[in-house]
Protein backbone atom coordinates (compact mmCIF):
# COMPACT_ATOMS: atom_id res chain seq x y z
CA UNK A 1 0.00 0.00 0.00
CA UNK A 2 1.18 3.75 -0.99
CA UNK A 3 1.99 6.12 2.37
CA UNK A 4 -0.43 7.87 0.54
CA UNK A 5 -3.03 5.52 0.44
CA UNK A 6 -2.11 5.21 4.11
CA UNK A 7 -2.46 8.54 4.75
CA UNK A 8 -5.96 8.88 3.07
CA UNK A 9 -7.02 5.84 4.89
CA UNK A 10 -5.77 7.38 8.44
CA UNK A 11 -7.69 10.77 7.09
CA UNK A 12 -10.92 8.80 6.74
CA UNK A 13 -11.02 6.90 9.81
CA UNK A 14 -10.32 10.32 11.71
CA UNK A 15 -13.51 12.05 10.13
CA UNK A 16 -15.52 9.07 10.39
CA UNK A 17 -14.87 9.32 14.35
CA UNK A 18 -15.49 13.24 14.23
CA UNK A 19 -18.88 12.44 12.12
CA UNK A 20 -19.92 10.00 14.88
CA UNK A 21 -19.60 12.50 17.65
CA UNK A 22 -21.42 14.80 15.79
CA UNK A 23 -23.73 12.62 15.42
CA UNK A 24 -23.81 11.55 19.15
CA UNK A 25 -23.78 15.48 19.93
CA UNK A 26 -27.09 15.89 17.69
CA UNK A 27 -28.83 12.99 18.86
CA UNK A 28 -28.06 14.44 22.76
CA UNK A 29 -29.71 17.67 21.40
CA UNK A 30 -32.23 16.38 19.89
CA UNK A 31 -33.49 13.86 23.02
CA UNK A 32 -32.82 17.04 25.06
CA UNK A 33 -35.40 19.14 23.60
CA UNK A 34 -37.88 16.48 23.38
CA UNK A 35 -37.52 15.96 26.82
CA UNK A 36 -38.27 19.74 27.56
CA UNK A 37 -41.58 19.79 24.73
CA UNK A 38 -43.04 17.02 27.02
CA UNK A 39 -41.76 18.11 30.04
CA UNK A 40 -43.98 21.50 29.11
CA UNK A 41 -46.49 19.45 27.72
CA UNK A 42 -46.77 18.23 31.35
CA UNK A 43 -46.50 14.73 29.68
CA UNK A 44 -43.34 13.70 31.74
CA UNK A 45 -40.68 11.13 30.58
CA UNK A 46 -41.00 7.76 28.94
CA UNK A 47 -38.03 5.39 31.06
CA UNK A 48 -36.83 1.73 29.34
CA UNK A 49 -36.31 -0.36 32.23
CA UNK A 50 -34.31 -3.74 32.22
CA UNK A 51 -31.56 -6.05 34.27
CA UNK A 52 -28.29 -4.96 34.02
CA UNK A 53 -25.07 -3.92 35.74
CA UNK A 54 -25.51 0.15 36.07
CA UNK A 55 -21.87 0.34 36.96
CA UNK A 56 -21.24 -0.10 33.45
CA UNK A 57 -22.72 3.05 32.43
CA UNK A 58 -21.60 5.02 35.08
CA UNK A 59 -18.37 4.12 34.42
CA UNK A 60 -18.89 5.19 30.44
CA UNK A 61 -19.99 8.27 31.47
CA UNK A 62 -17.05 9.40 33.55
CA UNK A 63 -14.66 8.11 31.44
CA UNK A 64 -15.83 10.32 28.66
CA UNK A 65 -16.32 12.93 30.90
CA UNK A 66 -12.72 12.86 31.32
CA UNK A 67 -12.10 12.90 27.58
CA UNK A 68 -14.23 16.55 27.68
CA UNK A 69 -13.54 18.91 30.22
CA UNK A 70 -10.63 19.82 32.12
CA UNK A 71 -11.02 19.69 35.86
CA UNK A 72 -9.74 16.23 37.08
CA UNK A 73 -12.99 14.05 37.61
CA UNK A 74 -12.15 10.84 40.03
CA UNK A 75 -14.49 8.06 40.18
CA UNK A 76 -14.70 6.11 43.28
CA UNK A 77 -16.57 2.41 44.40
CA UNK A 78 -17.25 -0.08 46.54
CA UNK A 79 -18.66 -2.41 43.75
CA UNK A 80 -18.09 -2.74 39.33
CA UNK A 81 -20.75 -5.25 39.70
CA UNK A 82 -24.33 -3.73 40.55
CA UNK A 83 -26.61 -5.64 39.32
CA UNK A 84 -30.74 -4.55 39.16
CA UNK A 85 -33.55 -3.41 36.69
CA UNK A 86 -32.42 -0.18 35.48
CA UNK A 87 -33.03 2.38 32.78
CA UNK A 88 -29.74 2.57 31.45
CA UNK A 89 -29.92 5.92 29.48
CA UNK A 90 -32.02 7.80 31.81
CA UNK A 91 -28.84 6.95 34.95
CA UNK A 92 -26.18 7.93 32.00
CA UNK A 93 -28.02 11.49 31.31
CA UNK A 94 -28.53 12.10 35.03
CA UNK A 95 -25.01 11.68 35.66
CA UNK A 96 -24.20 13.66 32.70
CA UNK A 97 -26.10 16.66 33.95
CA UNK A 98 -24.68 16.85 37.31
CA UNK A 99 -20.99 16.13 36.25
CA UNK A 100 -21.55 18.67 33.51
CA UNK A 101 -23.29 21.01 36.20
CA UNK A 102 -20.29 20.08 38.76
CA UNK A 103 -17.80 21.65 35.98
CA UNK A 104 -19.78 24.50 34.55
CA UNK A 105 -20.45 25.79 38.12
CA UNK A 106 -17.44 24.28 40.32
CA UNK A 107 -14.00 25.94 41.17
CA UNK A 108 -11.89 24.63 38.06
CA UNK A 109 -8.73 23.90 40.12
CA UNK A 110 -10.10 21.58 42.10
CA UNK A 111 -11.32 18.09 41.21
CA UNK A 112 -14.87 16.47 40.43
CA UNK A 113 -15.59 13.88 43.38
CA UNK A 114 -17.91 10.87 41.82
CA UNK A 115 -18.30 8.08 44.56
CA UNK A 116 -20.43 4.99 44.22
CA UNK A 117 -21.49 2.92 47.02
CA UNK A 118 -23.65 -0.36 46.75
CA UNK A 119 -26.07 -1.74 49.39
CA UNK A 120 -27.96 -4.79 49.33
CA UNK A 121 -30.87 -3.42 47.80
CA UNK A 122 -29.67 0.18 46.63
CA UNK A 123 -26.88 2.08 45.94
CA UNK A 124 -25.58 5.46 46.30
CA UNK A 125 -24.47 8.15 44.01
CA UNK A 126 -22.92 11.21 44.93
CA UNK A 127 -21.52 14.12 42.87
CA UNK A 128 -19.55 16.76 45.06
CA UNK A 129 -17.66 19.63 43.38
CA UNK A 130 -15.73 22.56 45.05
CA UNK A 131 -16.95 26.34 44.37
CA UNK A 132 -19.96 28.84 44.72
CA UNK A 133 -22.23 27.26 46.83
CA UNK A 134 -26.16 27.42 46.28
CA UNK A 135 -27.87 29.54 48.53
CA UNK A 136 -29.78 27.42 51.45
CA UNK A 137 -33.41 29.44 50.40
CA UNK A 138 -32.60 28.45 46.79
CA UNK A 139 -32.09 24.72 46.69
CA UNK A 140 -35.31 23.34 46.66
CA UNK A 141 -36.22 25.84 43.57
CA UNK A 142 -33.36 24.18 41.23
CA UNK A 143 -34.99 21.21 40.99
CA UNK A 144 -38.17 22.93 39.87
CA UNK A 145 -38.12 23.65 35.70
CA UNK A 146 -40.39 26.56 36.14
CA UNK A 147 -38.38 28.11 38.50
CA UNK A 148 -35.00 27.48 36.99
CA UNK A 149 -35.25 30.79 34.73
CA UNK A 150 -34.16 33.41 37.27
CA UNK A 151 -30.27 33.49 38.81
CA UNK A 152 -29.81 32.36 42.11
CA UNK A 153 -26.78 34.68 43.07
CA UNK A 154 -24.54 37.96 41.69
CA UNK A 155 -22.10 35.97 40.04
CA UNK A 156 -23.60 35.07 36.66
CA UNK A 157 -24.78 31.70 37.72
CA UNK A 158 -28.12 31.40 35.87
CA UNK A 159 -30.33 28.29 35.16
CA UNK A 160 -29.51 24.64 35.56
CA UNK A 161 -32.36 23.75 32.81
CA UNK A 162 -34.45 21.15 32.58
CA UNK A 163 -31.84 18.58 33.96
CA UNK A 164 -31.84 18.98 37.68
CA UNK A 165 -35.88 18.17 36.89
CA UNK A 166 -34.84 15.30 34.94
CA UNK A 167 -32.08 14.17 37.29
CA UNK A 168 -35.22 14.14 40.14
CA UNK A 169 -38.07 12.37 37.99
CA UNK A 170 -35.05 9.97 37.07
CA UNK A 171 -34.70 9.26 40.31
CA UNK A 172 -38.16 9.24 41.99
CA UNK A 173 -38.87 6.28 38.80
CA UNK A 174 -36.31 3.89 40.15
CA UNK A 175 -37.77 4.64 43.92
CA UNK A 176 -35.01 6.68 45.40
CA UNK A 177 -34.91 10.36 46.35
CA UNK A 178 -32.07 13.64 45.91
CA UNK A 179 -30.79 15.22 48.88
CA UNK A 180 -28.49 18.41 48.00
CA UNK A 181 -25.89 19.78 50.19
CA UNK A 182 -24.23 22.74 49.38
CA UNK A 183 -21.94 25.28 51.56
CA UNK A 184 -18.86 27.74 50.70
CA UNK A 185 -16.48 25.28 53.60
CA UNK A 186 -17.48 21.85 52.25
CA UNK A 187 -19.06 22.80 48.51
CA UNK A 188 -21.59 21.61 46.55
CA UNK A 189 -22.58 17.57 47.02
CA UNK A 190 -25.96 15.85 44.91
CA UNK A 191 -26.66 12.59 46.39
CA UNK A 192 -28.95 9.99 44.48
CA UNK A 193 -29.94 6.95 46.55
CA UNK A 194 -31.34 4.10 43.45
CA UNK A 195 -33.24 1.44 44.28
CA UNK A 196 -32.14 -1.75 42.40
CA UNK A 197 -35.47 -3.17 42.02
CA UNK A 198 -38.43 -1.14 42.55
CA UNK A 199 -39.48 -1.70 38.78
CA UNK A 200 -39.56 -4.59 36.56
CA UNK A 201 -38.20 -5.07 33.02
CA UNK A 202 -40.71 -3.04 30.98
CA UNK A 203 -41.62 1.09 29.96
CA UNK A 204 -42.85 3.58 32.30
CA UNK A 205 -44.09 7.03 32.34
CA UNK A 206 -42.50 9.15 34.56
CA UNK A 207 -43.99 12.60 35.56
CA UNK A 208 -41.79 15.63 36.44
CA UNK A 209 -43.29 17.64 39.20
CA UNK A 210 -42.45 21.42 39.26
CA UNK A 211 -43.23 21.82 43.04
Keep these: MLLRDIVDLEATYDMSDIGESKIDDTLKLIEG ?4 ISVEAGEGITLNFEKANIYKDIEWVIEEAKMIFTPEIILTSNSSS ?5 DGTAIRRMLENLVTNAV ?6 HPIQVNVHEFENSFNLTVHNKGIPIPEEKQAEIFNYLEQSKSYNGDGIRSWGIGLSLVKAVTEAHGG ?3 LTSTKKQGTTFKIKIEKYKNKPGKVKSLITYK
Excluded at 33 to 36: E, I, P, S, T, V
Excluded at 82 to 86: D, E, K, L, R, T
Excluded at 104 to 109: A, C, V
Aim: glycine fraction near 12%; charged fraction near 30%; proline fraction near 0%.
Design 33 to 36: LLDA
Design 177 to 179: EVE
Design 104 to 109: KYGDQT
Design 82 to 86: IIGVF
